[in-house]
């Protein structure tokens, strides 16, 4: 995931995929307010969020484009979507929340991304935090990290994520932890590359 995607207020991966699962008249007139990029087309997508019963491609495409525009009606139900269970929907609106901008966004993906019941789910949370280079991306990371190099669940991919992340701030904090790393087979080329960034 690129979560330094910056072209435009509507992501067009988003659009392929959710393509596939929308109802196609109702998709047609949800995308056309999502490019219209006006302050009513805004409130149409925003009543999205809140509307009853809407299925949640609505509430994606919604949720993103708005994200993407920096407005934060957005942000509760993109970070629900960043936690979840599938990948793309928590790539995308990794790359919205990061175009928004909101102060409360580090805050979200550190809970996310330190969650001991939601591991399997944290790779994004743990992808944006790097990409937000907050105060608390470093910390969280080395405690993420350490946390699977101990723990019986190793979650590789969410811990080379993290690897990567340490390398991509370039923080020495991370020397010990990355050391450690680099002892898994599994890691060893990520936590090398990490550590010649320090």
Do not use: Q
Request: with cysteine; proline share 7%; net charge positive.
């Amino acid at each position: 995931m690129d979560v330094h995607d910056t072209a435009g207020t509507v992501d067009e991966a988003l659009v392929a995929r959710l393509r596939a699962e929308a109802e196609p008249e109702e998709f047609k007139r949800l995308l056309a307010l999502a490019r219209r990029d006006t302050p009513a087309a805004r409130d149409a997508l925003a009543a999205e969020l809140t509307a009853p019963a809407r299925p949640l491609w609505a509430r994606e495409l919604a949720a993103c484009t708005l994200g993407r525009a920096g407005d934060r009606r957005a942000f509760e139900t993109l970070v629900f979507l960043l936690n979840h269970r599938d990948p793309p929907r928590g790539a995308a609106a990794a790359r919205a929340l990061l175009r928004l901008g909101d102060p409360r966004t580090a805050r979200a993906a550190v809970a996310l991304a330190e969650n001991e019941l939601r591991t399997s789910y944290a790779l994004h949370p743990v992808r944006l935090l790097a990409a937000l280079r907050a105060p608390s991306s470093v910390p969280t990371l080395i405690r993420v990290l350490d946390r699977l190099l101990a723990g019986p669940a190793h979650h590789w991919p969410v811990a080379r994520a993290c690897v990567e992340g340490l390398g991509a701030l370039g923080d020495r904090r991370a020397r010990l932890v990355l050391l450690a790393a680099r002892e898994r087979p599994e890691l060893r080329a990520a936590a090398n590359e990490a550590l010649l960034r320090l």
